[in-house]
């Protein structure tokens, strides 16, 4: 189980939890749940589906007070517009970035010659992976707070060409204070190194 489905699966039980805990005994099977990657926070439809349009936003606001968060990857739950939101905590962010980031790290991609810039893919899972390699290994500042975004992708499987491409430019545009953080930059590289043995090998 990766950390993005133990997360889900988080979110899951301690809904069921909160909504057993107010009574109501006949749930969906699956609870509905929706990542905002940007904001990292899981969003909830179980209210609306328990009790229907016009009485989710009170349920929504009951549900998120009978919330328990201790020892999960969430800080804090709220109500907003019928739905219960689960803000996901640094915690769980760094120590996924710190996962991702361990482990035997794949070789790195030979600098690939061709037009060196964001729109050239092998360049750019190469150089990535270089540069980001040496960001990790160099003693540095872990930042203060890691962005949510790049940090979720990361921990969600693989997608297409276009997709990762679009997560490499993602962390290139982070501020340096965040670029440079060991974990993060870590993750990155492996993610990087993994994708272009994927797409160019």
Same mark, same amino acid.
């Given at each position: 189980?990766?950390?993005?489905?133990?997360? /889900?699966?988080?979110?899951?039980?301690?809904?069921?939890?909160?909504?057993?805990?107010?009574?109501?005994? $006949?749930?969906?099977?699956?609870?509905?749940?929706?990542?905002?990657?940007?904001?990292?926070?899981?969003?909830?439809?179980?209210?609306?589906?328990?009790?229907?349009?016009?009485?989710?936003?009170?349920? @929504?606001?009951?549900?998120?007070?009978?919330?328990?968060?201790? $020892?999960?990857?969430?800080?804090?739950?709220?109500?907003?517009?019928?739905?219960?939101?689960?803000?996901?905590?640094?915690?769980?962010?760094?120590?996924?970035?710190?996962?991702?980031?361990?482990?035997?790290?794949?070789?790195?991609?030979?600098?690939?010659?061709?037009?060196?810039?964001?729109? $050239?893919?092998?360049?750019?899972?190469? /150089?990535?992976?270089?540069?980001?390699?040496?960001?990790?290994?160099?003693?540095?500042?872990?930042?203060?707070?890691?962005?949510?975004?790049?940090?979720?992708?990361?921990?969600?499987?693989?997608?297409?060409?276009?997709?990762?491409?679009?997560?490499?430019?993602?962390?290139?545009?982070?501020?340096?204070?965040?670029?440079?953080?060991?974990?993060?930059?870590?993750?990155?590289?492996?993610?990087? @190194?993994?994708? /272009? $043995?994927?797409?160019?090998?």
């Amino acid at each position: 189980m990766n950390q993005l489905t133990d997360c /889900y699966r988080s979110a899951a039980e301690w809904l069921t939890a909160a909504a057993h805990s107010l009574g109501f005994a $006949d749930l969906p099977e699956s609870i509905p749940l929706r990542l905002r990657t940007e904001t990292g926070t899981l969003v909830s439809g179980l209210a609306p589906a328990l009790a229907g349009r016009g009485d989710a936003d009170a349920l @929504a606001g009951r549900l998120a007070k009978a919330l328990a968060l201790e $020892d999960t990857p969430f800080d804090r739950g709220t109500a907003r517009g019928g739905l219960v939101l689960l803000y996901i905590s640094q915690p769980w962010l760094r120590e996924t970035a710190e996962t991702l980031a361990s482990g035997p790290l794949p070789p790195l991609p030979e600098l690939e010659p061709g037009p060196r810039n964001r729109d $050239d893919l092998p360049f750019l899972l190469a /150089y990535t992976a270089r540069r980001c390699r040496t960001l990790a290994e160099r003693p540095g500042q872990r930042a203060e707070e890691l962005p949510p975004g790049p940090v979720l992708r990361l921990a969600a499987p693989p997608g297409d060409r276009e997709r990762e491409g679009r997560l490499m430019r993602e962390y290139w545009s982070l501020p340096l204070r965040m670029r440079r953080d060991p974990a993060l930059a870590g993750a990155v590289s492996r993610r990087a @190194a993994e994708n /272009y $043995d994927r797409f160019f090998r």
